[in-house]
């Protein structure tokens, strides 16, 4: 509703503007000497001047952007392949920075230095084939090497060999949460289908399978230092991503298949959060929130806790009202700590027989209150044979 009345109150605005503008039309006339059409060599200085002011406009603003939030980036990258990632990304920027720095710079000059002037006629030619040349070989082939190291990149990240030694999680997206799952001690995925999902079965994991067996289901994922973990992601309702921004990790997980990731983390989370960047990043935001602290405690609510950093799996569609809210910490440990935090948890077969067994006890009581019950009937039902047989004889 409040919408609605902003929409009614902007379109009776511009009418009132439209109208004004109308009104001052019609008050001009006859009144000023010069009211040609053409422009003057005054007004194309004007409009010469005011697009170099616009040029200053957009080399202030690029610098200051660079300047404010360029910080604000993504720093050291914590996975083998983010460096390729980061090298691809940073040669790009240079390339558009250098090229929209020189050819801005000639659009507009080109625009002052050819400004209307009534002693001057525009040069007509049909067409250069040298310009042509040089316009169209140059970008191609700046942009020819930069798809080629995309390319080489690409295949760098995506290619997984089968005998690799790698670990198998998958990753489970549903609105509005993350589950993963581990493949055990035979690393091999039990099959899955969201047909199967019951009880406490959320992944529609095929408990038929035997690969399914020693299949581990979690809420916070671990992954360990050094080793290629191999993700396969699936999506139980809508298009989902599965994006790991400090692994410069990112894929869809698409309901109905499975896509794949993997990378092989470089810092454990403990050292992730000594490195210098981070520290300092830390110590900012934690500054940041000491202030609004003192802020919300003036006015009787609650101080905030200090931040902090952890890796995160983050939801990159918009899949959702929560779609904000989608995310799961990651930690990475040490080969040996990741063994041991595996070791400790139990396997979904082993849950799904707790859950049963849990479910058995409430079962017998039911069954044996309903063969109270039958027992009572029976002994009504034989009294009453056994008074009327009696009453039979007499
Ligand atoms: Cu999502």
């Given at each position: 509703m409040t919408s609605l009345l902003v929409i009614i109150v902007l379109v009776l605005l511009a009418v009132a503007l439209w109208q004004l503008t109308k009104i001052f039309d019609l008050t001009q006339v006859g009144s000023s000497s010069d009211d040609s059409q053409v422009a003057s060599d005054n007004d194309n200085n004007i409009q010469g001047y005011v697009m170099f002011g616009f040029l200053a406009f957009i080399y202030i603003f690029t610098i200051y952007g660079l300047l404010k939030w360029g910080g604000l980036a993504l720093h050291?990258?914590?996975?083998?392949h983010g460096l390729l990632v980061d090298n691809l990304m940073n040669i790009t920027w240079v390339l558009i920075f250098v090229v929209q720095f020189i050819t801005q710079g000639l659009l507009y000059w080109f625009s002052f230095k050819n400004r209307?002037?009534?002693?001057k006629k525009a040069l007509f030619f049909a067409d250069s084939n040298k310009l042509e040349a040089i316009w169209s070989i140059i970008p191609s082939v700046v942009l020819a090497c930069l798809i080629l190291y995309g390319l080489y990149a690409w295949n760098n990240i995506m290619f997984v060999d089968k005998d690799e030694d790698v670990v198998e999680i998958e990753l489970y997206a549903q609105q509005f949460k993350w589950t993963a799952r581990y493949a055990g001690q035979d690393n091999v995925l039990g099959k899955a289908n969201v047909?199967?999902?019951e009880g406490i079965n959320t992944l529609g994991v095929?408990?038929?399978?035997?690969?399914?067996?020693d299949d581990i289901v979690v809420s916070e994922l671990h992954i360990p230092k050094g080793k290629k973990v191999h993700f396969k992601m699936r999506s139980q309702d809508v298009l989902h991503s599965a994006y790991m921004p400090h692994f410069r990790a990112q894929m869809n997980c698409v309901p109905g298949m499975v896509t794949e990731f993997a990378f092989i983390p470089t810092y454990t989370t403990a050292e992730y959060r000594e490195l210098p960047f981070m520290v300092e990043k830390v110590a900012n935001i934690n500054k940041l929130r000491a202030e609004k602290s003192t802020e919300l405690v003036a006015k009787g609510g609650t101080a905030l806790d200090p931040y902090t950093f952890d890796y995160l799996l983050l939801c990159?569609?918009?899949?959702?009202?929560?779609h904000y809210n989608m995310q799961m910490k990651v930690v990475v440990d040490t080969p040996e700590d990741y063994k041991k935090w595996l070791s400790e948890k139990t396997t979904l077969a082993q849950d799904i027989k707790a859950a049963k067994a849990a479910e058995k006890p409430a079962e017998e009581v039911k069954a044996s209150a309903d063969s109270t019950t039958s027992d009572t009937v029976k002994a009504v039902i034989d009294t009453v044979k056994a008074v009327v047989a009696k009453v039979a004889m007499r």
């Open positions: 050291t990258p914590a996975s083998e209307g002037h009534k002693d047909r199967l999902i095929d408990m038929s399978d035997p690969n399914a067996q990159n569609k918009i899949c959702g009202a929560s």
